[in-house]
């Protein structure tokens, strides 16, 4: 279906926790967006600071929230995306730290650019992440804040066993000395809780430039991670469509920018 928007005028927000979860969650569809002359803003609530590192060695001086930065800037170069606007709350604590600041962030943000899409986490949290779950929460908030005049407000989401047989398939082709582990989380975690999407961005074509962001998060891809080495034909298996669910949230009557890129997803 066409877009019937008009591409030049609609800017979309997307607003996840931590370098690398606008790559993995909605990588594909943020390049498709930008490419398609949407002015795509991306707001990170933290660096990174907390996580575990696939190699000292790049982080030479200790200092993993500026190379986390730097990596987030770079992927963010690679999707296209116009403004990142990375926020310094604590990695770990966003569910609960500096609530009030992190609303009034997002609110300004949603201010200044009038995005016709904001875009986040659903309740899940992806995997019941705490941070993640934190900053759905922050930005349904936010949105909810605008009332009658909020933007849509979507739902990134992940169908539970696609990375399960991502990691099977990996397996059963490695013959690496490790075995493939997705940031030593458990693969059927991932989407474990999920409420059905709605529709789907197919992402196929953007599948290179989706594998190149990803593993700009350098610090965050250990040898062992399928995603530093899986071919591109089994990334678009599993990772080359993208699902959303529309928040129910009362919204300004917009052309629903982010439906016209995608296709329903039927729900049985
Ligand atoms: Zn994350």
Not at 203 to 212: E, H, I
Not at 222 to 235: F, K, M, V
Request: one cysteine or more.
């Amino acid at each position: 279906m066409p877009a019937r928007v008009s591409p030049s005028s609609t800017t979309v927000l997307a607003v996840f926790a931590h370098p690398d979860d606008e790559s993995l969650l909605c990588g594909g569809t943020l390049a498709r967006l930008a490419d398609s002359g949407v002015r795509v803003v991306l707001m990170c609530g933290s660096r990174g600071e907390s996580g575990s590192i696939s190699d000292r060695a790049l982080v030479p001086d200790g200092d993993l929230a500026a190379v986390r930065s730097r990596e987030l800037l770079d992927a963010a170069a690679v999707l296209g995306v116009s403004e990142v606007l990375i926020k310094d709350h604590p990695d770990g604590e966003l569910r609960w730290d500096d609530v009030p600041e992190f609303h009034e962030e997002i609110v300004s943000a949603v201010r200044i650019y009038r995005p016709q899409a904001v875009i986040t986490f659903g309740e899940d949290g992806l995997y019941w992440h705490k941070d993640h779950i934190g900053v759905h929460e922050r930005t349904y908030t936010a949105v909810k804040s605008f009332g009658a005049d909020a933007p849509p407000l979507y739902y990134v989401l992940m169908p539970k066993g696609i990375m399960t047989e991502l990691v099977a398939a990996a397996h059963a082709k490695s013959n690496r000395a490790h075995s493939p582990s997705l940031w030593g989380i458990e693969p059927d975690a991932f989407g474990d809780g999920a409420v059905p999407p709605t529709f789907s961005v197919d992402v196929r074509k953007w599948m290179p430039r989706k594998l190149a962001a990803l593993r700009c998060h350098r610090t965050q891809m250990a040898a062992s991670n399928p995603i530093a080495w899986i071919e591109e034909d089994d990334a678009r298996r599993w990772l080359g469509v993208e699902y959303f669910r529309r928040s129910p949230l009362p919204c300004a009557a917009v052309e629903p920018v982010l439906e016209s890129f995608g296709e329903a997803v039927s729900s049985q």
